[in-house]
């Protein structure tokens, strides 16, 4: 995992529980907290970072991740603002992630290694994502959805579908803009 990743994690973190949470998170978890943006870390880092928040604060490690998608979002729009121009909204915004988001990523960050997501439009009008990642972080990814409603204004509701956390080849996930 790049780390970037782990720098908004950092910031977030701080952000909202101040920075000596993040020395405590990182002590906790047993890890070296030097992370450069550029770097590449094992994900078995993240995932102890997460399990470790998760316990510290009685929370789900989903809802750990979750949490993290949705603060890091205004933090990538003030990195990355070029990414947020020209959409009108979440769904626009979301749809740019295979053709204009991720190639950038993979451009700025060698050896990223970037989740798939299909994109279809159900009869009601809901966006359906499929989701793909080996490293199965689909609470990530709603998080970061969440995210991208809220810097454009918007309320979303998500339901999974199908989960890879539950067998399923891929992760379905259901966004329906409310109001």
């Not at 990538?76 to 769904?91: Q, S």
């Not at 290694?113 to 989701?131: M, V």
Request: hydrophobic content about 40%; overall charge negative.
């Amino acid at each position: 995992m790049k780390g970037v990743i782990f720098n908004l994690l950092e910031e977030a973190v701080s952000i909202e529980h101040g920075p000596d949470t993040w020395t405590d998170l990182i002590d906790a978890a047993n890890i070296d907290g030097a992370f450069t943006s550029l770097g590449s870390y094992p994900d078995e880092t993240m995932l102890a970072l997460v399990d470790t928040a998760a316990a510290a604060t009685g929370e789900t490690p989903a809802n750990v991740l979750r949490w993290f998608g949705e603060a890091a979002m205004p933090l990538l729009a003030e990195r990355y603002g070029v990414f947020f121009e020209g959409h009108r909204g979440a769904r626009s915004f979301i749809l740019s992630v295979n053709e204009i988001i991720h190639p950038e990523v993979r451009k700025l960050y060698s050896g990223a290694g970037c989740p798939h997501f299909q994109f279809s439009t159900a009869t009601d009008g809901d966006l359906i994502i499929g989701y793909q990642s080996p490293r199965r972080l689909c609470a990530l990814a709603e998080g970061f959805i969440r995210g991208a409603a809220s810097f454009y204004g918007e309320r979303v509701t998500i339901s999974h579908l199908a989960c890879m956390l539950e067998d399923s080849p891929l992760c379905r996930i259901r966004v329906r803009w409310d109001g």
